[in-house]
Structure formats: C-alpha cells, structure tokens
C-alpha cells in the first residue's frame, strides 16, 4: 500500500538556522507530491506541490523541495527559518490515477527566538 | 469567498451519542474530503466524494457516515459515538485532477466522554 514517512517527528532549531525535513514515499508508480504547513491552531495550507518538470520546487515564504525520484523523497528545505515557522509541516503524496492523497504523520517543528 | 466552512467548531458528546458535522465550500469544487487528525497520526482519511451523490471510504471509516446530496455540501455522521473519535476533524475540497490543492477548513474539536 501507499505509504507517506517523516523521518524527524520533532525538530527543533535556532532562528537563522538551515532547515531540512525528509519524506520518502513508497510507490513506484507516477506521483504528485506536496507540502503543507499548520500553524498553530489554524487548519492546513499548501506550501508547494510538484507534479511534473523542474524536480526543484520553490514555495511560498522562501520553502523549497527537491523530488529525487531514485530516492522515492521529496525534502522540504529553508536556508534561513525564522520565529514564525514554527508549525507542523505534513508531507502528502497521490497517485495520478487515484482520488485521494495520503499524509504523513507530519514533523513538528519548534524554532528557538 | 468563505472558503471551506465547518460547523460547528466544537462539541462535547457522550458515549453513544450521535451528531452530524457539516463541510460547505463555495469554490465549486467537485472533490470533498473528510480526515481526522489526531497526534501522531497525521491526517487520516475517513470519506471522501468525487461528485455530489456519491461517496467512498477512506483508511478509517468504521463508525462514521457521510453523504454528498448537494455539491458544495459534505455531511459527516457518527451515529453511535465512542472515545475513540474524540479527535479534530477537518474537511478539505479542491477540483477535479489529484494535483490540485487541497483546501482545508478550519476544523471541528469532538470530544466523546
């Protein structure tokens, strides 16, 4: 079965600091991949999707993910976090022929002042 | 445009008990979504719908029912309440091709004593 893995269940960071969560998905088959983002009490917004071309997505508020297929990931990345990034960070997948998208258990995030 | 709405926000049962959460989008979206989310776990889905009128089951539809008679409606039921769905419970919707994004509404907080 399809299945979404968020390697880092907690992290916590230092304002400034690189930021880099994983995901790997396991499906061999063509895929479309997403990020999203809850802040605090609020409900989820996508951050970035890839779909097809450019493996290298950029998102909104500087977030940016790479697709490897060889790796089955798709790593959520930030040079530089900042205070209001804290939040939990879900990695979701679906499958071109499906109706639904499968979520990860999300990574929550926590940066330092 | 309001989005996704959800009613109510929160709701204390008892066990046993029954209700009915409501999801309304104005976006004329074909696709609705019905997750729960509970710490941990991510979002896991419960139902969803293609198109008014029709419905399928998700990774945990035991104990819930839904129904799709209008198109920006999506009606979740619990007909006989227990602890273990006390969870949060948020709606999504977004148009027809899986690559789409989703849109979340803001939530529903059960809990079931």
């Known amino acids: 079965a399809q299945s979404v893995s968020q390697h880092n269940h907690h992290v916590i960071l230092s304002e400034a600091a690189s930021l880099e969560l994983g995901c790997n998905y396991s499906y061999g088959g063509t895929v479309n991949l997403f990020w999203y983002v809850q802040y605090p009490g609020q409900h989820l917004q996508l951050l970035l999707k890839?779909?097809?071309?450019?493996?290298l997505v950029k998102g909104i508020k500087g977030f940016e993910a790479e697709f490897i297929k060889s790796k089955f990931s798709f790593n959520l990345r930030k040079p530089s976090v900042q205070w209001s990034d804290t939040a939990e960070y879900f990695c979701a997948v679906s499958l071109n022929r499906d109706d639904k998208i499968i979520f990860g258990k999300g990574t929550r995030l926590h940066i330092l002042p | 445009n309001a989005g996704v709405t959800q009613t109510p926000k929160f709701r204390v049962l008892k066990t046993g008990q029954s209700m009915t959460l409501l999801c309304a989008q104005d976006?004329?979206?074909?696709?609705m979504y019905w997750y729960r989310q509970d710490p941990g776990m991510g979002l896991r889905l419960i139902h969803y719908?293609?198109?008014?009128?029709?419905?399928a089951k998700g990774e945990v539809p035991d104990g819930y029912n839904v129904s799709r008679l209008k198109k920006q409606n999506f009606l979740l039921g619990l007909e006989s309440a227990a602890p273990s769905q006390t969870s949060v419970y948020f709606c999504a919707s977004t148009r027809p091709k899986i690559y789409n994004e989703q849109f979340f509404g803001p939530g529903t907080r059960l809990t079931v004593l």
């Open positions: 976006m004329n979206h074909e696709y």
């Open positions: 890839y779909f097809s071309g450019d493996p």
């Open positions: 719908s293609v198109g008014e009128g029709t419905t």
